[in-house]
């Protein structure tokens, strides 16, 4: 069922393409074909959060037998996010806003972070292996990791983030993970050397054939994974059927979703919900780094700009590698095609589609910029007009939805809490404060319920890692956790 990008490798199963993460030509794994696998939105209106699930991994998940979905349903989504219903929606002015941050670490990471790793442990057990997963993050993937792999069996994890380069909530939630199986390092450096690090580890042949000798592969949950994307179909599905039954819309009637994008994979999964049969259509928000902004208006993808660092970190991104899988589809699966528009991004930074490609974007997608004054004053204004906080990203998605044409009903994507970034949050909605944590207190102040109990009682859990480290070192780290996989 799955293909490179690339080439017309395979295909292979749902968990060999888990296993494998990244196909052997560089390119993503896809699904050529899902004619076979369209959803019947009658059936799912009156399903919740998990129910659906089962459905579209069933699906999709080919390979994988109705009992090993349940048991990794059971484990990702049982009383790991603060809410039951995992993505819950709500009405702020003319928008529904989706929320996506009400799992383990209080950003959307979680929504496929808690799965991954259940889906990843059963397509070992399958293959006879474990898995060792090395991350560098600038952030929030390190901690949404760290917590939904750890104790899964068969799988280890070990982070790695810039020294001072994260910021102290961050380093907080990731300093006090508990669990057998994961370790976290601050690496002397910025994110390129740590993220340059990692990408040495994983082509490192002595450690990979030390790993090998130990049953062990050398994984990553990085985005590209095929199994952190489908965790990110349910949504849509679940919030559209939250609008028909609420008669906010009738079955069948378009819904635009304005998604913060970075790397592409959320709005990407809101592609894949539409090739699965979803009535949406989509306008994808970018901060100041506009490179998929200009890319959707003009059909030219051009990373040889300015990179900004904004108020909105995660969204930072001038490479957006999952846009790749969309260029598969839009055409028609010539792998030919992909391979020759990625060869150009290597060698020149850039690239173009030609004008038919171009209008089948623009049928389904539109986007929108916003720079930092503009998502400082949304969140002010949301605030006051509605009491409602939003965080930077959801920010910037709020604002684009403003000012774009869209279907009657709009929902707007919501990837962090508020208090995960209070600083600027702070800032835009009252002052600045040195502080992050004094930040933090203050916004409370303002909405005691509303903060996430993972965040509120944060600053007083131990600290379990606290390990700082050169880049030359980042080799011992990984065979001491071989050596302790191995035993685990
Ligand atoms: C990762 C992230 C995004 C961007 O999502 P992509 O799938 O990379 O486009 C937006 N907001 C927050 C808070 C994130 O953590």
């Not at 494998?20 to 560089?26: I, P």
């Not at 989504?77 to 209080?106: C, K, M």
């Not at 970190?313 to 010539?334: A, V």
């Not at 390990?467 to 001491?480: H, L, W």
Request: net charge negative; hydrophobic share 40%.
């Amino acid at each position: 069922m799955y293909t490179s990008t690339r080439s017309s490798i395979g295909p292979i199963g749902a968990k060999e393409a888990i296993l494998q993460g990244l196909a052997a030509d560089g390119g993503l794994f896809v699904m050529p074909d899902l004619s076979s696998c369209s959803i019947d939105l009658e059936e799912i209106i009156d399903k919740d959060f998990s129910e659906i699930a089962r459905i579209v991994y069933l699906k999709l998940l080919d390979d994988f037998s109705e009992s090993e979905i349940d048991e990794c349903i059971e484990k990702a989504y049982s009383g790991t996010f603060e809410n039951d219903e995992i993505a819950p929606i709500r009405q702020v002015g003319d928008h529904y806003i989706l929320e996506l941050w009400h799992g383990p670490t209080s950003a959307f990471k979680d929504v496929a972070l808690t799965m991954l790793p259940q889906l990843l442990s059963k397509s070992l057990q399958s293959a006879g292996k474990k898995a060792l997963i090395l991350t560098a993050t600038s952030g929030d993937t390190g901690k949404a990791a760290m917590s939904g792999f750890a104790d899964v069996k068969g799988t280890a994890i070990c982070v790695y983030y810039p020294h001072g380069g994260v910021s102290p909530i961050q380093e907080k939630q990731m300093s006090t993970q508990i669990g057998k199986n994961v370790d976290v390092f601050a690496i002397r450096g910025n994110f390129d050397d740590a993220q340059r690090g990692v990408k040495e580890l994983f082509v490192n042949n002595e450690l990979n054939s030390y790993a090998n000798q130990n049953g062990i592969v050398l994984s990553s949950a990085n985005s590209i994974n095929i199994g952190r994307l489908i965790p990110q179909i349910i949504y849509y599905f679940s919030s559209y059927a939250y609008l028909v039954k609420s008669g906010a819309i009738k079955l069948g009637e378009a819904v635009t979703y304005t998604v913060p994008t970075g790397n592409f994979g959320d709005v990407l999964a809101g592609y894949y919900a539409h090739k699965l049969g979803l009535p949406a259509r989509f306008s994808v928000a970018a901060n100041k780094n506009n490179v998929l902004d200009d890319f959707i208006k003009t059909g030219i993808y051009d990373r040889n700009r300015e990179f900004f660092k904004t108020m909105s970190p995660s969204m930072d991104i001038l490479i957006s590698s999952n846009l790749e899988r969309l260029l598969y589809y839009l055409l028609d699966c010539d792998s030919n095609a992909v391979a020759s528009l990625m060869a150009d991004l290597k060698t020149y930074g850039k690239y173009e589609i030609d004008e038919s490609t171009k209008s089948k974007l623009q049928s389904l997608f539109t986007s929108g910029t916003t720079n930092e004054d503009e998502t400082s004053k949304t969140i002010k204004e949301v605030y006051d007009s509605f009491n409602y906080v939003l965080d930077t990203h959801s920010a910037v998605a709020y604002n684009v939805a403003q000012k774009l044409n869209r279907d009657k009903v709009s929902v707007v994507l919501s990837t962090a809490s508020p208090y995960k970034f209070p600083q600027a949050v702070m800032k835009s909605l009252y002052k600045d404060f040195d502080d992050e944590w004094e930040a933090l207190s203050a916004l409370e102040d303002i909405n005691p319920d509303a903060c996430p109990k993972a965040l509120s009682s944060l600053s007083a859990l131990p600290t379990l890692h606290d390990s700082v480290i050169d880049q030359e070192n980042m080799c011992d780290t990984v065979s001491r956790a071989i050596d302790k996989l191995a035993s685990l």
